[in-house]
């Protein structure tokens, strides 16, 4: 049973750039989360999504942006990055109605 | 607002010994779940532990136990037999239910632990 995957794994871009990355939930889960950690840090929500549609959304700009695709698989861009952008993205899935997310590898995001 | 701290930056244990990580959170909620997840080097994300808010019996899985104090907002994890592979960052973390939220967990800072052999 495949869990949590992302990719790419590391990413650079430079600052003003644009970035997606990729999330496949793990079999049978049907929720997406995104979380942004930086180093040393706790990880912080930055929006869900459940039925292709953005469900909640934590305290990032606009420049964050999401989509869930038909197969629960989903997307996360950043636009306009920025140097604070660099960190560890992280995707988490879930049951809707179950509380307990499992969570990919992450992608680490370097903004030169 | 909804916060969680944790106390301990970093700690250290010898190896077979008993660990205790605080944490502390502030909600107005009173629907909630709990959460110890721990983070190796490795980056991967694991759930150790949780706790249902309205279940007075402390959580435990097989070393894992929890400390759980409603009125207090506390929720301290204790890990006995302490080995090596425990080596990792622990982050303490809730979701509360209603209300509009569908899940979104809020994170400690994290607490390094290193078990020494």
């Known amino acids: 049973d495949a869990g949590v995957t992302q990719s790419p794994t590391h990413l650079i871009k430079t600052r003003g750039q644009q970035v997606t990355l990729r999330c496949s939930p793990k079999?049978?889960?049907?929720?997406v989360s995104w979380y942004q950690q930086a180093l040393g840090q706790g990880p912080q929500f930055i929006f869900q999504?459940?039925?292709?549609?953005?469900?909640q959304r934590g305290n990032f700009p606009d420049r964050f942006s999401g989509h869930q695709y038909p197969n629960y698989s989903s997307e996360l861009n950043v636009n306009a990055l920025l140097l604070g952008d660099s960190a560890l993205y992280l995707c988490?899935?879930?049951?809707?109605?179950?509380?307990?997310?499992?969570f990919g590898p992450g992608t680490r995001l370097t903004v030169l | 607002a909804q916060t969680v701290t944790q106390s301990q930056p970093e700690m250290s244990v010898q190896e077979a010994e008993t660990v205790t990580l605080s944490c502390t959170y502030d909600?107005?909620?009173?629907?909630?779940?709990l959460f110890w997840y721990k983070q190796p080097p490795s980056r991967q994300m694991i759930l150790v532990i949780r706790?249902?808010?309205?279940?007075?019996q402390n959580a435990t899985e097989n070393r894992f136990s929890v400390n759980f104090q409603k009125a207090a907002k506390s929720f301290s994890l204790k890990i006995s037999d302490s080995q090596l592979g425990d080596t990792a960052m622990y982050f303490c973390?809730?979701?509360?239910?209603?209300?509009?939220?569908?899940?979104?967990?809020?994170f400690g800072q994290g607490t390094t632990l290193q078990v020494k052999p």
């Open positions: 988490a899935s879930s049951l809707r109605g179950r509380n307990e997310q499992f």
């Open positions: 079999s049978g889960h049907d929720t």
């Open positions: 999504y459940y039925e292709e549609e953005e469900r």
């Open positions: 909600t107005s909620e009173n629907n909630y779940y």
């Open positions: 706790q249902e808010a309205y279940k007075q």
């Open positions: 973390a809730f979701h509360f239910y209603g209300s509009g939220n569908t899940g979104k967990l809020i």
